[in-house]
């Protein structure tokens, strides 16, 4: 089991930059792959970025890359998400997401944190 914390959403004007936290506690966190997902009002989930178990390997989204940057430190237990640039439409909730192999896809995660609000204003 794997419990996991986001934290780090609120309200950002566009172009502005936040930087979302996970934080995640039970089983070793390096043996997990991490991604982040978003949700906006009314449509379905979506990937945003993914990294590998050791963070050499990382992945993201054509509408995000450039601007977003997934890390994470191993040590202490957490994924980051640096957004920058923001823009209206990266408003959603944004969740972390553990696997065992990194994907772009939602459901080869097994654990998910209850998610973080960003809302970018224009």
């Known amino acids: 089991q794997v419990q996991l914390v986001e934290s780090g959403g609120g309200l950002v004007q566009a172009g502005g930059s936040l930087r979302l936290s996970c934080a995640a506690s039970?089983?070793?966190?390096?043996?997990?792959?991490m991604g982040w997902f978003r949700q906006a009002p009314g449509k379905e989930r979506e990937f945003v970025a993914a990294?590998?178990?050791?963070?050499?390997?990382?992945y993201y989204a054509d509408s995000v890359k450039g601007r977003f940057t997934i890390s994470r430190d191993n040590a202490k237990n957490t994924v980051y998400l640096q957004m920058n640039s923001l823009k209206p439409e990266d408003t959603a909730v944004y969740y972390c997401?553990?696997?065992?192999?990194?994907?772009?896809?939602?459901?080869?995660?097994?654990?998910w944190g209850q998610g973080t609000r960003v809302t970018v204003s224009s």
């Open positions: 997401a553990a696997s065992e192999y990194s994907s772009t896809r939602s459901g080869e995660y097994d654990y």
């Open positions: 990294i590998s178990r050791s963070g050499k390997l990382t």
């Open positions: 039970g089983r070793t966190f390096s043996s997990y792959a």
